[in-house]
T-cell receptor
Framework: GAVVSQHPSRVICKSGTSVKIECRSLDFQATTMFWYRQFPKQSLMLMATSNEGSKATYEQGVEKDKFLINHASLTLSTLTVTSAHPEDSSFYIC???????????FGAGSRLTVL | GEDVEQSLFLSVREGDSSVINCTYTDSSSTYLYWYKQEPGAGLQLLTYIFSNMDMKQDQRLTVLLNKKDKHLSLRIADTQTGDSAIYFCAENSGYALNFGKGTSLLVTP
């Protein structure tokens, strides 16, 4: 079946630094990937839609200059949290859809802790 | 997830059936989904139902869809302790998904 891999699974960084999270579709090509954010005991909130070869589409309220998304190939999208602050600490999950499929496959998530 | 509503907690005894309910608002949703999330993990797709169906059964899982009332339910038969997790229902909003806040299922021995 379709597999989506996220790396790193956990990252701790100091305030003010930037962190990059990778999302890879391992056995299929994904022209579109999605980035979600989940606060403790909360639902998943869509942050942005990552489109291969073009700019990402951000949801209202999500700062595009803070959450940089690059979808350089059909199997890789990256989310960079720039100048991270403690309030950016969260669980970030990506998902990708196989062309023609009805379902999205989710990565295992990346837990970011900003000190 | 404010457009998708779920009860937050459910506690059942091992061996009983669990029923998790969900209401959604987007009548144009083509598919509705149930995902399972174990502590510290990502989301695992359990099952999904096409909007023109009213029931889907997959082993211990039964999904019921009332499109008129925009109500979705997930029934887990013979619930086991390993079923303890958070269950999210989701509707597709275009290609992305819109999630409820999740129902935390606790299965007690």
């Amino acid at each position: 079946g379709a597999v989506v891999s996220q790396h790193p699974s956990r990252v701790i960084c100091k305030s003010g630094t930037s962190v990059k999270i990778e999302c890879r579709s391992l056995d299929f090509q994904a022209t579109t990937m999605f980035w979600y954010r989940q606060f403790p005991k909360q639902s998943l909130m869509l942050m942005a839609t990552s489109n291969e070869g073009s700019k990402a589409t951000y949801e209202q309220g999500v700062e595009k200059d803070k959450f940089l998304i690059n979808h350089a190939s059909l199997t890789l999208s990256t989310l960079t949290v720039t100048s991270a602050h403690p309030e950016d600490s969260s669980f970030y999950i990506c998902s990708a859809g196989h062309s023609g499929a009805n379902v999205l496959t989710f990565g295992a998530g990346s837990r970011l802790t900003v000190l | 997830g404010e457009d998708v509503e779920q009860s937050l907690f459910l506690s059942v005894r091992e061996g009983d059936s669990s029923v998790i309910n969900c209401t959604y608002t987007d009548s144009s949703s083509t598919y509705l989904y149930w995902y399972k999330q174990e502590p510290g993990a990502g989301l695992q797709l359990l099952t999904y139902i096409f909007s023109n169906m009213d029931m889907k059964q997959d082993q211990r899982l039964t999904v019921l869809l009332n499109k008129k009332d925009k109500h979705l339910s997930l029934r887990i038969a013979d619930t086991q302790t390993g079923d303890s997790a958070i269950y999210f229902c989701a509707e597709n909003s275009g290609y992305a998904l819109n999630f409820g806040k999740g129902t935390s299922l606790l299965v007690t021995p």
